[in-house]
């Protein structure tokens, strides 16, 4: 899938939409879910145009990676969830139900999580 130059969180990025910001450097993103489903829930995105988990495994340079996954151990410390634990998930593609283009990873904790997928 190309990627589209505007979703919600390019928009984001482009300064265009405002965001609850927790996070900033020069290669990360992350700011409050707007519809946070657990006391505690930021996302985490790249600043660059991936769609995907998919895409930026693929295609980001490995200075991205390691920026990205720093950033949500950082956040997730900073925020308190590192020590009574949390869960991060990447919707990619269809089946997931990824409903905005740019990857994201949540960061979801503050409370008892349950299990980790929906019977069908
Ligand atoms: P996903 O289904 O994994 O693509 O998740 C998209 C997430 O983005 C959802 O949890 C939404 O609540 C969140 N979201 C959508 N628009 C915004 C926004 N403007 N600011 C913050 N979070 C948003």
């Given at each position: 899938?190309?990627y589209?130059?505007?979703?919600?969180?390019?928009k984001?990025?482009?300064?265009?939409?405002?965001?609850?910001?927790?996070?900033?450097?020069?290669?990360?993103?992350?700011?409050?879910?707007?519809?946070?489903?657990?006391?505690?829930?930021?996302?985490?995105?790249?600043?660059?145009?991936?769609?995907?988990?998919?895409?930026?495994?693929?295609?980001?340079?490995?200075?991205?990676?390691?920026?990205?996954?720093?950033?949500?151990?950082?956040?997730?410390?900073?925020?308190?969830?590192?020590?009574?634990?949390?869960?991060?998930?990447?919707?990619?593609?269809?089946?997931?139900?990824?409903?905005?283009?740019?990857?994201?990873?949540?960061?979801?904790?503050?409370?008892?999580?349950?299990?980790?997928?929906?019977?069908?």
């Amino acid at each position: 899938m190309p990627y589209d130059p505007d979703n919600i969180f390019a928009k984001i990025l482009r300064g265009d939409i405002p965001c609850d910001k927790v996070y900033e450097d020069d290669h990360v993103l992350s700011f409050r879910d707007l519809h946070p489903q657990a006391p505690t829930h930021i996302l985490v995105i790249p600043k660059g145009a991936y769609t995907d988990m998919d895409d930026f495994t693929a295609n980001a340079a490995p200075e991205e990676m390691a920026a990205f996954f720093k950033a949500v151990g950082h956040v997730a410390r900073e925020e308190g969830v590192a020590e009574t634990g949390y869960r991060i998930i990447s919707n990619c593609g269809v089946n997931s139900g990824q409903e905005v283009p740019h990857l994201h990873i949540h960061i979801l904790g503050g409370r008892k999580l349950g299990r980790m997928v929906a019977a069908a």
